[in-house]
């Protein structure tokens, strides 16, 4: 069963996102990720965590979700590509 807040803090987030208020829209995302944890698309939160963070200057952190997002969506070799680019940053 899926809670009600959750859905709804969920469809409210992209406002803020897409309005210039990206701090605003972290706190929302975090909420729907914490009040339904199993909420229908994890990996869209985490996207979404991953543009606000991007807007905002905070890269690695953007980096840091995107990969998780895409974790969530069953993108195969995440981690593996992940970890050779981190190599070859070094």
């Known amino acids: 069963m899926s809670n009600p807040y959750g859905e709804a803090a969920a469809r409210g987030r992209s406002g803020l996102e897409f309005a210039g208020r990206p701090a605003e829209a972290i706190e929302s995302l ?3 990720l ?4 199993r ?3 994890p990996a869209m939160v985490l996207a979404d ?3 606000c963070h991007l807007t ?6 953007a980096a840091g ?3 998780r997002a895409l ?4 993108v195969p070799g ?11 940053a070094s």
């Not at 905002?56 to 952190?61: D, K, Y």
């Not at 974790?71 to 069953?74: F, K, L, N, Q, T």
């Open 30 to 32: 975090e909420f729907v």
């Open 34 to 37: 914490r009040l339904e944890p």
């Open 39 to 41: 909420y229908q698309s």
């Open 49 to 51: 965590l991953s543009l």
């Open 56 to 61: 905002m200057g905070a890269s690695e952190q």
């Open 65 to 67: 979700f995107a990969r």
């Open 71 to 74: 974790e969530e969506a069953g």
């Open 78 to 88: 995440v981690r593996d590509r992940s970890a050779d680019h981190c190599s070859q």
